[in-house]
């Protein structure tokens, strides 16, 4: 079955450090690919996705391209900000098969 | 303004008793979702509905129920016979089409059995 498997944190960054955050999975077919953001004591709401291979989603500085050959995702932005302190989940879904979440990653930035 | 709302925001239980967490939504989105958060869990699938009068179970639907008479509100059960009912309980619905649809999530329901 779709499994997607994410590095564990917490994570703890400086203001404006790089910031990488892994995820791959095991899907069969052509998967879609999301990573999901939940800010403390909220839902979840999503952060970037992309539907095909070799495809890069990005939104609000945080960067993801499909990987097909080292079936990845993994997150990327480069100069995080006190403000994307959050849990980050990266998870994906094909035509038939529900949204499979990974396990989150916390992430801190400290001033 | 559209969204996703879930009521109340805090629930306290006790061990036995039955409970109905509230999922209403204003998207006109024919799917809905009923996901649970544990601490290094990440979000666990329930049970999700694809079009109203009808839903299926997810992982872990042992000792939850839901229903969908309307196309705006999916309610979930959370009886007696789960086991380890203390967890954040999400909602979540999108669009008509395949699941590759972006999910639309509610705030969240922090359900304390004592």
């Known amino acids: 079955g779709n499994s997607v498997t994410q590095m564990e944190g917490p994570v703890t960054l400086s203001e404006e450090a790089f910031l990488t955050i892994n995820c791959t999975y095991t899907a069969t077919g052509y998967p879609s690919l999301f990573w999901y953001v939940q800010y403390p004591g909220e839902g979840l709401q999503l952060l970037l996705k992309a539907t095909k291979a070799d495809d890069k989603g990005s939104n609000k500085g945080f960067e993801a391209t499909y990987r097909k050959e080292t079936t990845s995702f993994h997150l990327e932005k480069g100069s995080v900000q006190v403000s994307d302190s959050a849990v980050y989940f990266c998870a994906l879904a094909s035509g038939n098969t529900p949204l499979v979440f990974g396990k989150g990653t916390r992430l801190s930035v400290i001033a | 303004d559209g969204g996703i709302t879930q009521s109340p925001k805090y629930l306290f239980r006790k061990e036995g008793q039955n409970v109905t967490l509230s999922c209403e939504q204003n998207?006109?989105?024919?799917?809905m979702y009923w996901y649970r958060q544990d601490p290094g869990q990440g979000l666990r699938l329930i049970y999700y509905?694809?079009?109203?009068?009808?839903?299926q179970k997810g992982d872990i639907a042992e000792g939850y129920s839901v229903s969908r008479e309307k196309k705006e509100s999916f309610p979930l059960t959370v009886t007696s016979a789960q086991k380890n009912p203390t967890a954040f309980y999400l909602c979540?619905?999108?669009?008509?089409?395949?699941?590759?649809?972006?999910?639309?999530f509610g705030p969240g329901t922090r359900l304390t059995v004592l």
């Open positions: 979540a619905s999108s669009p008509p089409g395949t699941f590759t649809d972006t999910q639309y």
């Open positions: 509905s694809q079009i109203v009068n009808d839903f």
């Open positions: 998207l006109n989105h024919d799917a």
